[in-house]
């Protein structure tokens, strides 16, 4: 069965980095594009980019790019979402979830992301 | 980039009753939409996919429909289980970018 495992919880102060990652199993790992989406406190849920697992293509929404880096380490099926220049605002809890058939059918369980000073 | 909208905000009823839920893609995006649940403290869950197949093990009582710009979300009869929040999602080809709608809370009334 399709799992996929992230990272714990991190708090980190504005201006700094965050790294998460998501450990996945049950399926081709490299066949398919891994996807970021977050979700602000109370708000919708927001896509982030994919990251072709495969040959390491990344797409970004225009929202996050510059700020946002996703890689993969096909050697233990990770996928890894680098969040840069830190605020408030990206106070979120951060998933990870593969495009296995079109749409969003397998998710991980969401590592929550604080930024505080 | 292609703005979902949901309506009801809110929606209240009561176990049994039937539940229509809306959403309206700023521009055509053909069938591709899905439908998600998401319960507290949980990833979402995927109800329906391409407007109106259901994911599976996704119960009958829920159905999905419509094209173009406007879609439905039905649960024909509404079980304990069922409130949560809903959220519609769009996928458009180019620019291969992914957007959702800002929710429907079912709240028991």
């Known amino acids: 069965q399709v799992q996929l495992v992230q990272s714990g919880a991190e708090v980190k102060k504005p201006g700094a980095s965050v790294k998460v990652s998501c450990r996945a199993s049950g399926y081709t790992f490299t066949t398919y594009a891994m996807h970021w989406v977050r979700q602000a406190p109370g708000q919708r849920l927001e896509w982030m980019g994919w990251?072709?697992?495969?040959?390491?293509?990344?797409k970004y929404s225009q929202k996050f790019q510059g700020r946002v880096t996703l890689t993969r380490d096909t050697s233990t099926n990770t996928v890894y979402m680098e969040l840069s220049s830190l605020r408030s605002e990206d106070t979120a809890v951060y998933y990870c979830?593969?495009?296995?058939?079109?749409?969003?059918?397998?998710w991980g369980q969401g590592t929550l992301v604080t930024v505080s000073s | 980039e292609i703005v979902l909208t949901q309506s009801p905000a809110t929606l209240s009823l009561s176990p049994g009753e039937r539940a229509t839920l809306s959403c309206r893609a700023s521009?055509?995006?053909?069938?591709?939409l899905a439908w998600y649940q998401q319960k507290p403290g949980q990833a979402p869950r995927l109800l329906i996919y391409d407007a109106s197949n259901r994911a599976t093990g996704i119960p009958a009582r829920f159905s999905g429909g419509g094209s173009g710009t406007d879609f439905t979300l039905t649960i024909s009869s509404l079980e304990p289980e069922d409130f949560a929040i809903y959220y519609c999602?769009?996928?458009?080809?180019?620019?291969?970018?992914?957007?959702f709608g800002q929710g429907t809370k079912l709240e028991i009334k």
């Open positions: 521009q055509s995006v053909g069938s591709s």
């Open positions: 999602q769009q996928r458009s080809n180019w620019p291969p970018e992914y957007t």
């Open positions: 979830a593969p495009l296995l058939g079109g749409y969003f059918d397998y």
């Open positions: 990251i072709r697992a495969g040959n390491g293509n990344t």
